[in-house]
């Protein structure tokens, strides 16, 4: 089955403690992205990449790390989260080519204590 | 101002009803606008994708664009309670991997 899968679901972290949220594809796809949700500003754009080994700034980046080594792995680091950063977390996917679908993961809650 | 500003609801219709959720955008280079649902507790899928002005039809959607007023439209006829989500355009100019979204409008269909 094609699918975008995150790990972890859901997860409850402290200020300051690194994490790492896994993201993973199987339909070969170039594009990866990460994005943020939140109440009233919609999905925000964090990281994105066009392949691999190559990597963008979104609207949102301060704050988190990406790293892209291989073409179906696209994991997001925060080095040190903040309260701030609490929020719904998504991972997307697409072909490369202007208007293509991208293809959603189920979502990552994470909770900044 | 938001590049892209579309009503949060939530909107509640009553089933067979036919509904219009909307929005509009300020950046006139946008050519790519796509709508998504999104159920709860999981992620967007893409439900219509339309390029640059017109109508678009499939089944009970139809998603309409209308570049001159920067103002597009989902409409869905005949809703039913599985149509209950939230709805969220997102537009691009060429570049697919710079998706601009709303803030989503949540729709409530009742039996």
């Known amino acids: 089955e094609a699918q975008v899968t995150q790990n972890p679901r859901y997860l409850i972290t402290v200020t300051g403690k690194k994490l790492t949220v896994t993201c993973s594809q199987n339909m070969n796809h170039e594009y990866m992205s990460w994005y943020r949700q939140d109440p009233g500003l919609g999905l925000r754009q964090i990281y994105y990449s066009m392949n691999v080994e190559v990597t963008d700034k979104g609207d949102v980046p301060e704050g988190y790390k990406v790293s892209r080594k291989e073409k179906r792995n696209f994991p997001l680091i925060l080095e040190s989260p903040s309260p701030n950063q609490t929020s719904l977390y998504f991972c997307?996917?697409?072909?490369?080519?202007?208007?293509?679908?991208?293809?959603f993961g189920p979502g990552t809650r994470l909770t900044v204590l | 101002q938001k590049e892209v500003e579309q009503d949060p609801g939530p909107l509640s219709v009553p089933e067979g009803a036919i509904v219009s959720l909307n929005c509009t955008y300020s950046?006139?280079?946008?050519?790519?606008f796509m709508w998504y649902r999104q159920y709860s507790r999981k992620g967007p899928e893409l439900l219509m994708y339309?390029?640059?002005?017109g109508n678009k039809e499939d089944g009970r959607f139809t998603a309409q664009v209308d570049k001159s007023s920067k103002y597009i439209s989902l409409f869905i006829r005949d809703s039913q309670p599985s149509d209950s989500a939230t709805y969220l355009c997102?537009?691009?100019?060429?570049?697919?991997?710079?998706?601009?979204f709303g803030t989503g409008t949540r729709l409530l269909v009742s039996p």
């Open positions: 997102a537009i691009t100019d060429t570049g697919f991997q710079k998706l601009v």
């Open positions: 997307a996917s697409a072909q490369a080519g202007a208007g293509n679908e991208q293809f």
């Open positions: 950046n006139s280079a946008f050519q790519y």
């Open positions: 339309t390029y640059s002005s």
